[in-house]
C-alpha cells in the first residue's frame, strides 16, 4: 500500500514539475518578431524606444531571452531581417551567432564583434 502512494506521489509531482516547466517556456506576448525584411522597413521600432533590441544583419542565429529569473520571452532562430524588441527591467539573452545580429540594449548599439559563439550578456533597463 505504501509503495502505492508513493508512486501516486511521484506522477503527481512530475505532472505538476512538467506543467510548469511548459507554462515557463511559452514566450510572452510583450515581443515582436517579423518575418519579412521588406514588410519591415516602414514599421521597424526605433531600437532607443526598447530595453532590448536584436536585429539580425547576418544569415540568422539562434536566440534565446529570458527575463532574469527565469520566463523564457524567446527561444527561437532568426533569419535575416528579422527582429526582436522587448522592454523588461532585467533579461539575459544568448545569441550563437554574435557577429549576424546587431544588439541594442536602452538605445545603445553593443560592440559584439570579439564575442565568441554563444555569447550571452545581461540586459538592465536604464
Known sequence: MLAIAGAVLLLVTLVALGGFFLWQSIPSSNSAVLDDAAEMSSSDPDPGDTTLYLRVVGDSSDV???????????????????????????????????????????????????????????????
Request: aromatic share 4%; no cysteine; charged share 25%.
Open 64 to 126: 534565446l531571452v529570458r527575463e532574469s529569473g527565469g520566463q523564457v520571452l524567446t527561444d527561437t532562430t532568426l533569419g535575416h531581417g528579422q527582429y526582436v524588441s522587448y522592454d523588461h527591467p532585467s533579461m539575459e539573452v544568448h545569441i550563437s551567432d554574435p557577429g549576424a545580429v546587431e544588439v541594442y540594449t536602452n538605445g545603445e548599439l553593443q560592440d559584439l564583434s570579439d564575442e565568441p559563439d554563444d555569447a550571452t550578456l545581461s540586459v538592465r533597463a536604464d
